[in-house]
Structure formats: C-alpha cells, structure tokens
C-alpha cells in the first residue's frame, strides 16, 4: 500500500473524524468541503477532538497537536486532492448529492487515486460509474467515534479491482482499525444490517406513543447488557442522519416515515437538538441520564 496522502471530503462528524484518526496515525490529510464556513465548522469539530484522544487513549498534547499540524483544509476541490493517493468520501446520505460529487471527482483527481465512499446506507455500485473509475471505487464504513470502535468495513462492488480491495484493507488497518472485509454488496454493510432496524424500531415506538426514548432505552440496556439504548446510539449518530434516512423512505413513499421525518425536523433538528455534536439531542450532555448510576435501577 503506496497510501500517504488522504483526502477527506465532508467534515460533518464523522468526516471530522476520520480526518483527525487519520492524521494521528501520521497520514498527512486535507479536509474538503463546500465553503469556509463548513470548514470553520469542521476545525472546530476537530479541535474538540484533541481532549477525547488524551482522555481516551491517554495521547500526549505533543501528539494531538502534531496530528493536528498534519491536516490542511481547502474548499477547492481541484486543490483538496492533487495529490490525495486516497479520497475518503463522507458526503451526506443524498444520492444526487453524491452522484454530483464523484462526477466533478473523476475529473479532477489525479488518475492514481483511490475513491471510497463512507456511505453507511447506500451501495458503492450505485455511484461506480459516476467515478469514472469503478475498478478503484469502494465503500470504507466507520463506525461512530472512531478511535475507540475501531471498525472499518470495505466492501467492494462487482467492479472493485482486488487489488485496490487489499490496499483499502491495509489502509484501514495503518490508521488503528479492525478491518472487516465484506465480499457482496449489502444494503447497511455488517453493522447497520443490524443497527438500523434497532434504532427504526425504537423511533417508531417513539412515534406510536408507546413509550418515552428514556423508557425504551432501559429496556434495551436492561434486557441485552448494552452500555447505550438506542435513542442514546442515535444521538452519537446525529439526528440529522436519522432524518436524511427517514427522509429518503418517506420519498420513497412510506407514509410511516414521512411523519417520523416529520417528528425529528419539528421537535429535535429545528430546535438545535442534533445529539451529543450540539450537546442535547434525546438526552442532554455531557452528563445524559442514562449513564447515571440510578439508570438501570428500579424507581
């Protein structure tokens, strides 16, 4: 793997993220993304990074810093990847969005580098042929808070030249990662086949009045052993994701969905509660209910 210089484009949460783990792992990396004012947002995001590697991992300042000092930002895209040997694409969940996105990539990129998608919904094959490349196109899916679940899932197309597949492994691996190959497309990849229709289901006994997100999330952490219910998973995620997916079936024609999309945008999204990123989303932070001691307990 011949793997030094990323780009990452995106610079939501995760995109942050991988940007700031990956230049800790001494990649040099910029960070693409629409405007300055994203950018700002993103440099934020990241320094907000440096206090969790030192209370996580137990990193020194020296080092956060230096990790810090190895990414550059640029909101040109032609500039962002003129020497990028690898494109980590952490674009929102929004097919047009993204179809646009590798269109002008494929142009401007040098013919070396290696595209993949951080898409946790989509398949990598429905954008193989807007790269212009689909032989070196696949998808790389992280897991939220990247430097303690250390996931990376690389699942190739019927495109993928296996030689880029092993690269994008070892890729993975070099920046602290278990890699998990995934051979066949699927929808949600390992983790959010599974994920997915947990979080789903919570949301729609939200919706259904069944019970409160604090309710349902004892129930789960109770009943399973998890340290996080799901309401609490998907304040990590961000409610902006839960919504873009309940969005995307709700356009797909699920009325069910288009009044859960509904539900996030009125009472969470336009009241500035987006989860743990802008500190209340289902719960509030930093010190959220359900990890007090009481939690778990019976009243």
């Not at 946790?120 to 303690?148: D, V």
């Amino acid at each position: 793997m011949n793997y030094k210089n990323i780009t990452v484009a995106g610079s939501g949460v995760l995109g942050s993220q991988i940007a700031y783990q990956t230049a800790f792992k001494g990649f040099d990396v910029v960070v693409y993304d629409i405007n300055d004012e994203a950018l700002k947002r993103a440099k934020d995001r990241i320094m907000n990074l440096k206090p969790r590697y030192q209370e996580d991992l137990g990193a020194s300042e020296e080092e956060v810093n230096t990790a810090y000092n190895r990414i550059s930002f640029s909101s040109d895209l032609s500039k962002a990847v003129v020497n990028a040997d690898l494109v980590i694409e952490a674009i929102p969940e929004v097919v047009q969005i993204k179809t646009n996105f590798y269109k002008e990539l494929g142009e401007v990129a040098p013919k070396k580098t290696t595209f993949v998608t951080n898409s946790s919904t989509l398949l990598p094959s429905q954008f193989a042929e807007a790269t212009g490349r689909p032989e070196k196109f696949l998808a790389l899916h992280f897991a939220n808070e990247i430097w303690k679940n250390n996931t990376a899932e690389v699942m190739k197309h019927s495109g993928t030249d296996m030689t880029v597949f092993d690269e994008v492994i070892e890729f993975a691996k070099a920046i602290g990662m278990v890699a998990l190959p995934l051979h066949k497309e699927q929808p949600g990849y390992i983790l959010n086949s599974l994920l997915v229709p947990l979080l789903e289901a919570a949301q729609m006994l939200l919706l259904k009045e069944v019970a409160d997100p604090e309710t349902i999330d004892k129930t789960w952490m109770i009943a399973t052993g998890s340290p996080k219910g799901p309401f609490a998973i998907l304040d990590v995620v961000g409610i902006n994701t839960a919504y873009n997916i309940a969005h995307g079936k709700a356009q797909a024609g699920d009325p069910t969905f288009e009044k859960l999309a509904e539900l996030l945008k009125t009472e969470y999204i336009d009241k500035g509660k987006l989860g743990t990123e802008t500190g209340e989303g289902f719960y509030t932070y930093p010190n959220p209910n359900y990890m007090k001691q009481d939690f778990l307990k019976s009243e």
